[in-house]
């Protein structure tokens, strides 16, 4: 059996430890993930200045992987939220019943699009009104959607996610050498 596919789309703004701990958790867990520039291939500077390079533009990534995953950061949103491509990923995602996780500020690109309608979520605090959150929490999962509010949800975002790709006891194996709380 092949290892489950995630598409981390990685936008210019992108708050930089949510991409780097969603990739690294996931791959610790034996996701196979690809990390998609959203504008090719070149490098990515995110919000706190750190540049990033894709493994490939998402012109290029998997099609149909079971999860499709947008880092907050405010300008990395922003993009993904005008972004026609991260909308027709998103519908494909949200049609086929497959995993979508968005964090930070990503679920304002849900909102945009007009995806998980109705479902709950969660978001930063600072666009909870235009990510449709009536109530900021840590992580929430409603179906296939997966919500963290920031930078601290996200070990906690990416384990569950191995949890639901890999399994518990694989979740369990990735965790204990991280010493999380």
């Known amino acids: ?25 996931l791959r610790r867990g034996g996701v196979a993930v690809t990390l998609a520039g959203l504008d090719g291939a070149g490098p990515v500077r995110c919000s706190r200045g750190v540049t ?32 026609v491509a991260v909308g027709t990923w998103l519908r494909a995602q949200e049609s086929s019943g497959r995993f979508v996780a968005a964090v930070c500020a990503g679920p304002i690109a849900l909102v945009a699009h007009g ?19 009536s109530e900021v929490r840590g992580l929430v999962r409603d179906g296939a959607l997966f919500t963290g509010n920031g930078p601290g949800a996200c070990f906690e975002l990416a384990l569950a996610l191995v949890e639901e790709l890999m399994g518990r006891d694989r979740a369990a194996s990735v965790r204990a050498p991280m010493m999380l709380a």
Request: hydrophobic letters at 55%; proline letters at 8%.
């Open 115 to 133: 995806v998980f309608v109705g479902r709950d979520r969660t978001a930063h605090p600072s666009v909870a009104s235009r990510a449709d959150v």
């Open 1 to 25: 059996m092949s290892a489950p596919r995630a598409v981390v789309i990685l936008a210019e703004g992108a708050e930089e430890m949510e991409v780097v701990i969603l990739v690294d958790v």
């Open 52 to 83: 990033i390079v894709p493994d490939v533009a998402l012109a290029d990534a998997p099609n149909e992987p079971e999860l499709l995953v947008l880092p907050g950061g405010a300008g990395g949103a922003e993009r993904l939220a005008a972004s």
